[in-house]
T-cell receptor, first 113, second 110 residues
Framework: DVKVTQSSRYLVKRTGEKVFLECVQD?????MFWYRQDPGLGLRLIYF???????EKGDIPEGYSVSREKKERFSLILESASTNQTSMYLC????????????FGPGTRLTVT | RKEVEQDPGPFNVPEGATVAFNCTYS??????FFWYRQDCRKEPKLLMS???SGNEDGRFTAQLNRASQYISLLIRDSKLSDSATYLC???????????FGTGTSLTVIP
């Protein structure tokens, strides 16, 4: 069974803090993704990575950065958290190419106060 | 134009009913198609892949119409446990990017 884990289920941070969200997958997947999910907006892609040290911007990269130093780990960084970054953050992984599906971690519910 | 569009619902149906969801996608070069299920405050989980010839898994049937660029999900004999949000997902030509619909909310009523 594919397993994608995220470092925290719930996180509360203050405005201006630097926030690290960690994601680890155990199936040797090449692709990893970070999404945020907000009511009425669905899942929006922040960044994805198709290989170690490679990253591509998604639809809403502003205010975020990512790091992929090892194949199994993909980190999302909020350089200076703001209240509009309060959201559910979901990490996912997949094999490259078609028709491979994505597997999601349990999500991190981040609240920025 | 959004890559993937779904009717958000909500769909409220009685137990035992048949319900169908449709989803349209904009990129004709899309290669792979999926339906995911998401329970409240949980992560999305794969319900089924959608193949060109259509496929069935128990009470669930998925269809793909490439000419009209839509996919559908049919749920027969609805159960209370089917209550969830159903997400339509389309994979890009390269296979490296996934596009999600906003989801269709289903509530099955006793």
């Amino acid at each position: 069974d594919v397993k994608v884990t995220q470092s925290s289920r719930y996180l509360v941070k203050r405005t201006g803090e630097k926030v690290f969200l960690e994601c680890v997958q155990d199936m040797d997947h090449e692709n990893m993704f970070w999404y945020r999910q907000d009511p009425g907006l669905g899942l929006r892609l922040i960044y994805f990575s198709y290989d170690v040290k490679m990253k591509e911007k998604g639809d809403i990269p502003e205010g975020y950065s990512v790091s992929r130093e090892k194949k199994e780990r993909f980190s999302l960084i909020l350089e200076s958290a703001s209240t509009n970054q309060t959201s559910m953050y979901l990490c996912a992984s997949s094999q490259q190419g078609n028709p491979h599906e994505q597997y999601f971690g349990p999500g991190t519910r981040l609240t920025v106060t | 134009r959004k890559e993937v569009e779904q009717d958000p619902g909500p769909f409220n149906v009685p137990e035992g009913a048949t319900v169908a969801f449709n989803c349209t996608y904009s990129n004709s070069a899309s290669q792979s198609f999926f339906w995911y299920r998401q329970d409240c405050r949980k992560e999305p989980k794969l319900l089924m892949s959608v193949y060109s010839s259509g496929n069935e898994d128990g009470r669930f049937t998925a269809q793909l119409n490439r000419a009209s660029q839509y996919i559908s999900l049919l749920i027969r004999d609805s159960k209370l446990s089917d209550s969830a949000t159903y997400l339509c997902v389309v994979n890009s030509y390269t296979g490296n990017q996934f596009y999600f619909g906003t989801g269709t909310s289903l509530t099955v009523i006793p």
